[in-house]
């Protein structure tokens, strides 16, 4: 799969390349495609960090990156190296007491702290005292309020003038005392594309291997996720999820573990998985597998296996995945921490579980005759077995897939 991330330089006084703002992109045109700010930002980190190489990117400089409020409470910047980052705080964002102890904390940890957009406001002048860079949109905000502001606190902030477009604004902006310069007077964002390849996220194995111990440690699972800026940031959000009837806010990885439990956990990792390597070529063959484990699981319940249900639901939504990563099932199953059951059931070996799956998958084509050599639907009436179907359906409705 194609990903994507534009660069564009910001220069310093002597026209040396001090860093590279990284913007999100989602294809080959050069402009902001759509995403909410939390997501471009963890896309862009995710691109970045792990399908590109960042010091390609950057020639060795600093990466500029956009954070937005919900980003910067739960310290997600922290995640990243240090020496290799500038935390750009979105103008969009709301200075609220949690933001600007976060941005302390991660000013004390040596991370070095930009305001982009910056507004003269009284709300914003408590983000003064955290920040290294200010970042002024130099054609828009009055000269000489700006020039005020740099007067004010030289030496203690860095300026940088952005959207600068024609040598005038250069010149001017050089001569009121700024530090740094971007814009497309000196180049474009340009726009680097690598290639993600398939698999399945380390992150998510290391997890689902401790799911499945006996005594789960969920302080080993917290220290995983914490180490993965994408991971960090959907679960989050799924813990603060109308779905899981959240009333307060949660903010910490542990948490959000805790509000989620094992088996809710065990479900959400390995729909990831197949989130993970989801590409435009595959999306209805995952759907038709989340479809299937969902009616699976529902089918457990109705055969009387509740205890089984999440091994039923694993093993429809991974009923495909050696087609979906190119690779024999016994290869592609090979790093999950899969149940006996449910592996046998996925390399063919009978079993009730795949004794189900059978039937589920003859279901979806239609193969009454096969179905009806097992016996009148496992057992269960017609009408409770096309009611989960349905139900099924509608759960992948509401994943908003």
């Avoid at 705080?89 to 982009?116: F, H, S």
Wanted: with cysteine; aromatic share 12%; glycine share 6%.
């Amino acid at each position: 799969m194609d990903v994507y991330v534009a660069r564009q330089p910001i220069f310093d006084r002597h026209m040396n390349v001090y860093g590279y703002e990284l913007l999100y992109r989602r294809s080959m045109n050069n402009f902001y495609e759509g995403l909410d700010d939390s997501q471009a930002t963890a896309e862009t980190i995710n691109n970045a960090f792990f399908v590109m190489q960042l010091n390609e990117l950057t020639s060795g400089t600093k990466a500029f990156i956009n954070f937005p409020g919900d980003l910067i409470e739960v310290e997600i910047p922290s995640l990243l190296p240090k020496e290799d980052i500038v935390i750009e705080i979105l103008e969009t964002v709301n200075v609220t007491p949690k933001v600007i102890d976060a941005c302390k904390r991660l000013k004390d940890q040596g991370y070095i702290i930009a305001l982009d957009d910056f507004n003269f406001s009284e709300a914003y002048l408590p983000l003064i005292e955290v920040a290294d860079i200010i970042k002024i949109e130099f054609s828009i905000v009055d000269l000489q309020e700006q020039f005020s502001w740099i007067k004010k606190y030289k030496g203690r902030v860095k300026f940088l003038a952005e959207k600068i477009e024609t040598r005038e604004q250069y010149e001017a902006a050089l001569g009121m005392g700024y530090d740094y310069f971007q814009g497309y007077f000196f180049s474009k964002p340009v726009i680097m594309k690598g290639k993600e390849i398939a698999g399945l996220n380390k992150s998510l194995v290391k997890i689902t291997e401790e799911i499945y111990k006996q005594e789960p440690d969920y302080q080993i699972i917290t220290e995983i996720i914490e180490k993965d800026l994408g991971l960090s940031y959907k679960l989050l959000r799924v813990a603060n999820s109308v779905a899981l009837g959240s009333v307060h806010k949660i903010y910490s990885i542990k948490q959000a573990l805790v509000r989620l439990g094992i088996d809710e956990l065990t479900r959400w990792t390995h729909l990831l998985m197949l989130e993970e390597i989801k590409t435009l070529e595959n999306k209805e063959l995952i759907k038709n597998c989340l479809i299937r484990g969902k009616f699976m699981e529902l089918l457990a319940f109705e055969l009387h296996m509740c205890k089984k249900h999440l091994e039923f639901f694993m093993t429809g939504i991974f009923s495909a995945i050696d087609v979906l990563l190119n690779r024999s099932m016994e290869e592609a199953i090979k790093d999950l921490s899969l149940t006996h059951d449910v592996t046998e059931a996925l390399l063919g070996n009978s079993n009730g579980i795949k004794e189900v799956l059978d039937i589920v998958i003859w279901y979806e084509g239609f193969n009454w005759d096969e179905i009806d050599d097992k016996g009148p639907l496992l057992g269960i009436e017609q009408e409770r077995f096309m009611r989960a179907y349905i139900k099924a359906l509608k759960w992948v409705m509401e994943l908003e897939y």
